[in-house]
């Protein structure tokens, strides 16, 4: 079943696949991985393989069951476009999004070559956001040029886990940074000017600028728990949406 997200940006999260492999330096401490360990060793339906690549297709009618508006982050134990995932399997998923338009669909992928191959001949759903891991320079901004090339709802961007400074990037399009630090035992610092910089760009561009949240390292540059470290940066919370987002709900 679709489960109550604690993740800040979302509602429920919704995984007709699970399992993934890493790419760019943005998975090395994978917190996916180290979940579907342990949902594996408590034999949690749906990771008899752990964090193997897995389709689930009992899960992908999940969605229809539920009447109430709701906003999904799909795959949050996966990544939809990951290379083992058929085109055809997509479809089954895509066609379930468009079949609930009530709800609104998250996805986030670091797969974002594929995004303008799939949708190329098909017609995206109105109430789907995509968004892209920009977690460095090499990896992460490459990325946005390949979501600039489809169009669904909101295109967005998860600067988590931010590794390093990204200087200039193109916002063109884009309507939603999400930005946060890694967390867990082993987690990479993120600085203060990092976020500055993203921050001065989200608003000189009108885009909308989220912080999720510090993770294990303080703006101080103490490593403690991420919860003693918060979700606070320039003595507030910033936790706007994209503009398109109300227009939706109206």
């Known amino acids: ?68 508006p709701t906003v999904y982050f799909v795959n949050s134990m996966s990544d939809l476009f990951h290379e083992g995932i058929p085109d055809a399997y997509l479809d089954r998923v895509f066609e379930t999004i468009a079949r609930t338009p009530q709800h609104t669909y998250q996805i986030l992928t670091k797969r974002a070559e594929r995004l303008p191959d799939y949708f190329n001949h098909r017609r995206m759903p109105n109430n789907l956001w995509l968004g892209v891991s920009v977690e460095d320079r090499a990896y992460g901004l490459p990325r946005i040029d390949a979501l600039r090339r489809v169009t669904p709802r909101v295109r967005f961007l998860s600067v988590e886990p931010m590794l390093e400074d990204l200087g200039e990037i193109d916002l063109r399009g884009i309507d939603w940074v999400i930005v946060g630090g890694e967390s867990g035992p082993r987690a990479r610092p993120m600085k203060p000017a990092w976020i500055d910089g993203i921050k001065q760009q989200c608003d000189a561009a009108g885009t909308a600028f989220f912080f999720k949240q510090w993770g294990s390292w303080g703006a101080d540059g103490k490593s403690r728990s991420k919860k003693a470290n918060g979700r606070t940066y320039l003595g507030r919370i910033w936790d706007a949406m994209p503009p398109r987002a109300r227009d939706l709900a109206e």
Request: aromatic letters at 8%.
């Open 1 to 68: 079943m679709s489960t109550l997200s604690q993740i800040e940006w979302t509602e429920q999260t919704w995984n007709p696949t699970t399992g993934c492999t890493k790419v760019s330096p943005g998975c090395k401490h994978c917190y996916a991985e180290t979940m579907a360990r342990r949902l594996q060793a408590m034999g949690v339906a749906g990771y008899d393989n752990g964090f193997e690549l897995s389709l689930l297709p009992e899960r992908i009618a999940q969605p229809l069951q539920r009447k109430r």
